[in-house]
């Protein structure tokens, strides 16, 4: 079971970015997911999740209205699309999924059981 991140790279302020997940092995099509972000220096924190239906995602404060989580069970892969990025918002990224049939959403990353390998997101001012 593989959860295979991509999409990041440098952008200016302002930019976008469209990070995807892809996830192998099994499907994850009844699990929820969630992005994550770790900047240097810094714990990993939450970014965003959704449930395995795709309603109500949830997002941290600071990224409400700028980054939209989505999914596409058919293809077994989540997607976060970064808009209006800020220096900030740098960090390596990191999607993961529940485990199996947990379909409720959490912000605790210690209740996620399957990790991609992360991808860098690099904002320039």
């Known amino acids: 079971v593989q959860l295979q991140a991509s999409g990041g790279g440098l952008v200016q302020a302002g930019g976008s970015l469209r990070l995807s997940c892809a996830a192998s092995?099994?499907?994850?099509?009844?699990?929820?997911m969630g992005w994550f972000r770790q900047a240097p220096g810094k714990e990993r924190e939450f970014v965003a999740a959704?449930?395995?239906?795709?309603?109500?995602?949830l997002y941290t404060e600071s990224v409400e209205g700028r980054f939209t989580i989505s999914r596409d069970n058919a293809e077994n892969t989540v997607y976060l699309q970064l808009n209006s990025l800020k220096p900030e918002d740098t960090a390596v990224y990191y999607c993961?999924?529940?485990?199996?049939?947990?379909?409720?959403?959490?912000?605790?990353?210690?209740?996620?059981?399957?990790w991609g390998q992360g991808t860098q997101v690099t904002v320039s001012s």
């Open positions: 993961a999924a529940r485990p199996h049939r947990i379909t409720v959403i959490s912000t605790t990353p210690r209740s996620y059981s399957y």
């Open positions: 092995g099994r499907t994850f099509s009844r699990n929820a």
């Open positions: 959704m449930g395995w239906s795709g309603t109500s995602p």
